[in-house]
T-cell receptor, first 113, second 115 residues
Framework: GESVGLHLPTLSVQEGDNSIINCAYSNSASDYFIWYKQESGKGPQFIIDIRSNMDKRQGQRVTVLLNKTVKHLSLQIAATQPGDSAVYFCAENKRDYGQNFVFGPGTRLSVLP | GAVVSQHPSRVICKSGTSVKIECRSLDFQATTMFWYRQFPKQSLMLMATSNEGSKATYEQGVEKDKFLINHASLTLSTLTVTSAHPEDSSFYIC???????????FGQGTRLTVV
């Protein structure tokens, strides 16, 4: 079934610190994962993706880690900035399932000055 | 990256009226588009899959007669909320991908308020 929408957990970090946002995905057959950032009143924006044949992928200031054994995904943001404050969603997709993504419940990141 | 445009961004309508929301892929063709609904402080919930040239596929619990979807071209899908009620007030978001197993691009979302 689909991931359910739950009330958002919140992560508060000091500006300049590193942030780690976690996500447990639902389908062991999922083979493509994306982290999205959503600012208030806007649609989700792509941050970084990873395929199931990898366990780590790095972008600019962001790193995604994938642990298929426990169906866990994490997003690490280095040197967190005020502009990083948003809600972060992980999304999973299964090969040949079409382009539909199933979204996790999301985490609100608040960056403290 | 690819662009998906959604219109309008905000709409207020009276209870009992219908509202149409458009989703366009501006620089790629999309045989499939997706419509999501998002309540405050919650995640995106898939409502339906819009298929170009054929009927949409609705998720369980979504009324197809209330949420009419038309995907008449490879770049346009529309969602019409018919006989809207206050409980239909929500943030509606569409997405499309240029191909299978690639990132999905999202529209800006439409904030619907039914009064």
């Amino acid at each position: 079934g689909e991931s359910v929408g739950l009330h958002l957990p919140t992560l508060s970090v000091q500006e300049g610190d590193n942030s780690i946002i976690n996500c447990a995905y639902s389908n062991s057959a999922s083979d493509y994962f994306i982290w999205y950032k959503q600012e208030s009143g806007k649609g989700p924006q792509f941050i970084i993706d990873i395929r199931s044949n990898m366990d780590k992928r790095q972008g600019q200031r962001v790193t995604v880690l994938l642990n298929k054994t426990v169906k866990h995904l994490s997003l690490q943001i280095a040197a967190t900035q005020p502009g990083d404050s948003a809600v972060y969603f992980c999304a999973e997709n299964k090969r040949d399932y079409g382009q539909n993504f199933v979204f996790g419940p999301g985490t609100r990141l608040s960056v403290l000055p | 990256g690819a662009v998906v445009s959604q219109h309008p961004s905000r709409v207020i309508c009276k209870s009992g009226t219908s509202v149409k929301i458009e989703c366009r892929s501006l620089d790629f063709q999309a045989t499939t588009m997706f419509w999501y609904r998002q309540f405050p402080k919650q995640s995106l919930m898939l409502m339906a899959t819009s298929n170009e040239g054929s009927k949409a596929t609705y998720e369980q619990g979504v009324e197809k007669d209330k949420f009419l979807i038309n995907h008449a071209s490879l770049t346009l899908s529309t969602l019409t909320v018919t006989s809207a009620h206050p409980e239909d007030s929500s943030f509606y978001i569409c997405s499309a991908s240029p191909g299978k197993n690639t990132e999905a691009f999202f529209g800006q979302g439409t904030r619907l308020t039914v009064v």
